[in-house]
């Protein structure tokens, strides 16, 4: 039989420095380990399965000599009863690190889905308002909840109190959350339906937004008040004023304009193409030039050196720039209301097809299937009818016109220098 190994005291353990592996007794295979650099642990060695292995059982002296031995047979003991102790340690730490992972929090995990899908977006402020909405309203109550453990009492919880007074702002809430949610389930944070789903859920605990929002749509001018708007408009000086007159004779969204670059612009095709990444709907589009539109952007470029069609200060005008126009004009209506006064005089003053407003706005036309047949954006069409919308709003056009485009050409060249 092999010699056992002589039983150590902690005194002599103690004075064990010298680099190597030493017995220490008392139990089969514990030994203390003392490396060159004068670190010192416990080292078990055992049979498992007929294979010689090494667990290691803590430092010393933060382990005591007492203590390693007590732990060395109750592990020797799990490998008598045909257990793996190495293999059982292993599991509990894997489990106990998974654990770890998965206790994110609700607050986290927005945050983490903000940071992954920002760029995606097509602008800075949709993020700010996504942060800013679960901050204010689901954060104070879901926010330090682990995100595997929201209910559906909770989502109710963050949007009883708004549902009924800030109905759009709750349905956004509500679909932010669901989207939240599901990015943990994804990533294996939780389990099971999503708490914030509407139809099957949540449609049980609140009515529809349809029943109790109040809709409001963009103020717009009438029909036969936009061209007399028109002819006060190029009496107003400023680039924000010139950038309104292109919104109203294109048709085109206010982001849409203010970003616009001089390499979008064909004066000689009085083309502009307006590319997918600053168009709403995410695809091309093509915008025919009335000669009114071509002869405004002729006249500022005149006058300009940068990228920018309609500059701001250090950048591309801001959002409130176009309303400032407004408010100075005294005009009680939003920069958008101007598309719906372009679609309603489509509809009311023309025979132009519904489809072929639509595809002025950018809007899409009919279902799936009918997009997917329809391939042209009309654009032939779309010539005759921004040249018609022109003389509708510019009945006539004159030197004057141009003078006030010119001196404002002015302002740009300043801007740019």
Partial sequence: MPRKARELSPLEVRRLDKPGRWSVGGVDGLALQVTRSGARSWVLRLAVCGQQREMGLGSFPTVTLAEARDKARRHRAQVAEGSDPISLRRAVFSAAAADRMSQ???????????????????NKKHGAQWASTLQTYAEPVVGQLLVRDVTSAHVVRVLEPIWTTKTETATRVRSRIELVLDFAAARGLREGPNP??????????????SKVAVVRHH??????????????????????????AFVILTGARSGEVRGTLWAEIDLEASLWVVPGTRMKAGREHRVPLSKAAVDLLRALQRGQAGDLVFPGVGGPLSDMSLTAVLRR???QATVHGFRSTFRDWISERTNYPSEVAEMALAHAVGDKIEAAYRRGDLFDKRVALMSDWADFLLPHDSISVRKRVRRDSTTARAISE
């Fill in 104 to 122: 994110r929090t609700f607050a986290e995990v927005a945050a983490q889905y903000i940071a992954q899908h920002e760029k995606s977006w097509k």
């Fill in 196 to 209: 914030a789903r509407w139809k099957g859920n949540l449609d049980a605990a609140f009515p529809k937004a």
């Fill in 219 to 244: 103020t717009a001018v009438a029909i036969d008040e936009v061209a007399p708007f028109m002819r006060r408009l190029r009496l107003q000086e400023g680039m924000g004023a010139r950038a309104l």
């Fill in 329 to 331: 004009m005294d005009v």
